[in-house]
């Protein structure tokens, strides 16, 4: 165990503390804009694909990593709640209220990274099997998907409240 952290690469442990930085800053209420909606999506999304092997049955790892993406995306519908959420001054985006979620999604989608990471180099054999191939591309997707699911979720309270009458 010790030996697989020394030969992290540096740049993880950047990627992970900003990804710690972030996810604690929305413990507490934080505004959020349309564009950070639609940064973060696309962004991983990309990553997601570009992460994909598909190099042994591309339709079926394409299929999965879909599925998987439509189920995630599902999942954030039922997780994120309109609870708490305001609409901000100039009404151009929203102000959440803290919570662990964010966080935990954020630490979920680098363990989801740093483990295929790490069976890549110790097991490149294991890992480039069909097997370990479609649950890269289902464990990615679903992940990836429970951001996308977010953003529409807050797309949609935001199109709400800004559409509600003020009075």
């Keep these: 165990m010790l030996n697989t952290l020394q030969n992290t690469p540096l740049w993880v442990y950047v990627v ?5 930085y972030d996810g604690i800053k ?6 959020e804009g349309k564009t950070s909606w ?10 997601s694909l570009y992460s994909l092997n598909l190099t042994l049955n591309p339709p079926l790892t394409l299929t999965c990593w879909l599925i998987a993406v439509l189920v995630g ?3 954030a519908l039922l997780i994120f709640t309109r609870k708490g959420i305001e609409l901000d ?3 151009t985006g929203l102000i959440l209220p803290g919570s662990p979620k ?3 999604l954020y630490l979920m989608l680098f363990s989801v990274n740093y483990y295929f990471g790490y069976q890549a180099e110790v097991y490149p054999e ?8 479609l649950f890269k591309a289902c464990a990615s997707g679903f992940a990836t998907g429970l951001f996308c699911g977010r ?11 800004k559409s509600a009458p003020t009075g």
């Design 151 to 161: 953003t529409l979720k807050f797309y949609r309270v935001f199109q709400s409240l």
């Design 26 to 31: 929305t413990l507490s209420p934080t505004r």
């Design 126 to 133: 294991l890992s480039a099997t069909l097997q370990m191939v």
């Design 89 to 91: 001054d100039p009404q």
């Design 73 to 75: 995306s599902l999942a």
């Design 38 to 47: 639609l940064i973060t999506p696309t962004i991983l999304l990309a990553w």
């Design 16 to 20: 992970f503390l900003l990804l710690c």
């Design 102 to 104: 964010a966080l935990t």
